[in-house]
């Protein structure tokens, strides 16, 4: 069980592009967290998922920014037109159950330039 | 709006001395977990503490949940050059999803 697998590692993109990061959870995992982390910043909460559910997306921006969990596949965090600000290291947690048990997979950071 | 603070926010010790790190809210959590984070990587899971008043012990390392279950301590004995790092406090709970985390303790154990 290779844990919970977050790709790409590193992303730099143009302000104006559009960024897709995938989330692969523990096998037996069907919760999926995404939290976004700024320099000297703890984590913060974005959007809680299930199997094609969003729970809660109350951290998450109203704009710009999406996410799903397919019945197949990894989830997927988008952030449509991307600016300086989006700038920061995004980490994938996953559980299997809604309390309790998360890990966490290696972030993905992303560079707006 | 829920909000965990940690304390000392940098810490830079010899190898060998003892040290206290705390975490600290004014809101009530299930649980409260302690994380260690390194320089690209994700938070790695220390220890969950769910009743108020427990205390965990992980080698070198003891946990306090308070017993309001408001806040927490970390302390390490003999700090070693291993044990640098970025620690990180997480309630949970509290009518929120998912983690609610401090800023972080930045440890640095100089040999």
């Known amino acids: 069980n290779a844990g919970v697998m977050q790709n790409p590692r590193h992303l730099v993109r143009r302000r104006g592009q559009e960024a897709r990061l995938r989330c692969s959870p523990m096998?037996?995992?069907?919760?999926v967290y995404w939290y976004r982390q700024l320099p000297e910043e703890g984590l913060k909460f974005m959007v809680y998922l299930q199997k094609e559910n969003i729970i809660d997306e109350s951290g998450m921006p109203k704009e710009r920014f999406s996410a799903e969990f397919p019945k197949e596949g990894p989830s997927i965090l988008r952030i449509q037109q991307v600016v300086r600000g989006d700038s920061a290291a995004y980490f994938c947690?996953?559980?299997?159950?809604?309390?309790?048990?998360?890990?966490f997979g290696s972030g993905t950071r992303l560079t707006v330039v | 709006t829920q909000l965990l603070e940690q304390s000392p926010q940098f810490l830079s010790i010899q190898e060998g001395e003892n040290l206290t790190v705390y975490c600290n809210s004014s809101s009530v959590f299930s649980s409260l977990q302690w994380y260690r984070q390194e320089p690209g990587e994700g938070p790695v899971l220390l220890v969950t503490v769910v009743t108020g008043g427990e205390v965990k012990k992980l080698k070198r390392l003891t946990f306090q949940f308070g017993d309001a279950r408001k806040d927490s301590s970390l302390h390490i004995t003999a700090a070693q050059p291993g044990d640098t790092g970025l620690y990180l406090c997480a309630g949970e709970g509290g009518g929120a999803d998912g983690l609610t985390f401090g800023k972080g303790t930045h440890l640095i154990i100089q040999p």
């Open positions: 096998k037996g995992h069907s919760h």
């Open positions: 947690a996953s559980s299997p159950a809604r309390v309790g048990g998360y890990t």
